[in-house]
């Protein structure tokens, strides 16, 4: 199946959003272990959910992830904060047409298709894993790119995304996923 196609599915997501995508080739994708730390040192949730390190594949592993693929679509989505609307929600129903896409393009033949999103997984309040119990949302639950070691910042800038870190929580957020496609 031709870049052309693609971008049709892509298109349907990225419509009505302010959001953009591109195909990208995996090989520019960038992994690196001091990304994993940054989850354990500067986020809340490691070690607490299904989605998020030591959980997830390692930067090493993610690299052969990578490898076994030839094309892969790269998601912007901004998500601005705005009176009266969720920034989480909005981003939650990004993540979760992201989801859907990668159901709708296996059905189509695109057997390999994976997504992984953004920022730590928010299906439910609180992961089942803190219970001992399997994951409540198995068949929607998907790591995030910088929980599987990947540094978002040098895979968007490879791509022709600007990106930098937000000084205010008020700023607009630039969120991104990558789809694997084969």
């Known amino acids: 199946m031709d870049n052309v196609s693609l971008e049709l599915y892509w298109s349907k997501v990225i419509e009505g959003r302010s959001a953009e995508a591109k195909l990208v080739h995996p090989s520019s994708i960038v992994t690196a272990p001091w990304v994993r730390m940054k989850c354990q040192f500067g986020c809340t949730m490691y070690g607490k959910g299904y989605c998020c390190p030591p959980d997830t594949p390692t930067p090493d592993q993610m690299r052969r992830i990578l490898d076994s693929y030839h094309r892969g679509i790269l998601f912007h989505v901004e998500a601005a904060k705005m009176p009266g609307r969720s920034r989480k929600k909005y981003l939650m129903d990004f993540f979760g047409s992201l989801v859907d896409l990668e159901a709708d393009m296996f059905k189509d033949g695109y057997y390999k298709v994976f997504a992984l999103l953004a920022g730590p997984c928010e299906l439910c309040k609180e992961c089942a894993k803190q219970g001992g119990k399997p994951c409540t949302f198995g068949l929607r639950a998907r ?40």
């Open 143 to 182: 790591p995030s790119m910088e929980g599987c070691g990947i540094d978002v910042y040098q895979s968007a800038r490879n791509n022709g995304f600007f990106v930098r870190p937000l000084r205010e929580k008020e700023e607009t957020q630039n969120n991104f996923c990558l789809l694997l496609v084969d």
